[in-house]
């Protein structure tokens, strides 16, 4: 099946610095990735989706000076968190989304957990 | 908020046992879909059942909708003590361009041998 890669899978950072996520489907080109943010023992939330050559769309409440994603490539798209502070420690998983076999498949990575101490 | 509901939030089973796990959602759907989660890590899709389906299989797993109620439920027989993790359901729709999905709130199932 397919694969999306995702990376780092751990990171830790100080407050105020920048962290960059990224999300890359190996095997098929994805125009549409997902970014969800998960606290621990909670749901999936979907942050924003990324578009390849134009701008993410954010969902209410996410601040997008916050969280830059940039989606350069049918192969890559990446999630910079920006003067990251403790609240923003958090699980971090993409998805990349495949049309086939008459519907659209989504495809996650493995997750990034992100510390900010 | 668009996120659906499940229940249980926490599911404890004796191996061998059958497991069920209900989710309601709030808008018309085009598919559902179950995910499972081990701690820490990412999602790996279990199955997938069209808004005009009631019921699919797939090995020890058993999905039903109910579109007029808007739920669904997963059965997993004979559970095993590898099957402990958090299942969420994912609901996509026409209102959301079929790619977003949404997420319920999650079942943790924990298998005890």
């Known amino acids: 099946g397919a694969v999306v890669s995702q990376h780092p899978s751990r990171v830790i950072c100080k407050s105020g610095t920048s962290v960059k996520i990224e999300c890359r489907s190996l095997?098929?080109?994805?125009?549409?990735m997902f970014w969800y943010r998960q606290f621990p023992k909670q749901s999936l939330m979907l942050m924003a989706t990324?578009?390849?050559?134009?701008?993410?769309?954010?969902e209410q409440g996410v601040e997008k000076d916050k969280f830059l994603i940039n989606h350069a490539s049918l192969t890559l798209s990446t999630l910079t968190v920006t003067s990251a502070h403790p609240e923003d420690s958090s699980f971090y998983i993409c998805?990349?989304?495949?049309?086939?076999?008459?519907?659209?498949?989504?495809?996650f990575g493995q997750g990034t957990r992100l510390t900010v101490v | 908020s668009q996120q659906g509901e499940e229940d249980p939030q926490a599911l404890s089973i004796q191996e061998g046992e059958n497991a069920t796990m209900n989710c309601s959602y709030k808008?018309?759907?085009?598919?559902l879909q179950w995910y499972r989660q081990n701690s820490g890590r990412g999602l790996v899709h279990l199955i997938l059942?069209?808004?005009?389906?009631r019921e699919k299989h797939s090995g020890r797993l058993r999905v039903t909708l109910d579109t007029s109620k808007k739920s669904s439920s997963l059965l997993i027989t004979a559970s095993r003590a590898a099957d402990t993790a958090s299942y969420f359901c994912?609901?996509?729709?026409?209102?959301?361009?079929?790619?977003?999905?949404?997420f319920g709130t999650g079942t943790r199932l924990l298998v005890s041998p």
């Open positions: 998805s990349a989304s495949r049309q086939g076999r008459g519907r659209t498949e989504a495809f």
């Open positions: 095997d098929f080109q994805a125009t549409t």
């Open positions: 990324s578009n390849e050559g134009s701008k993410a769309t954010y």
């Open positions: 808008t018309s759907i085009n598919n």
């Open positions: 059942i069209r808004s005009n389906e």
């Open positions: 994912a609901t996509a729709s026409m209102n959301t361009g079929f790619q977003k999905l949404v």
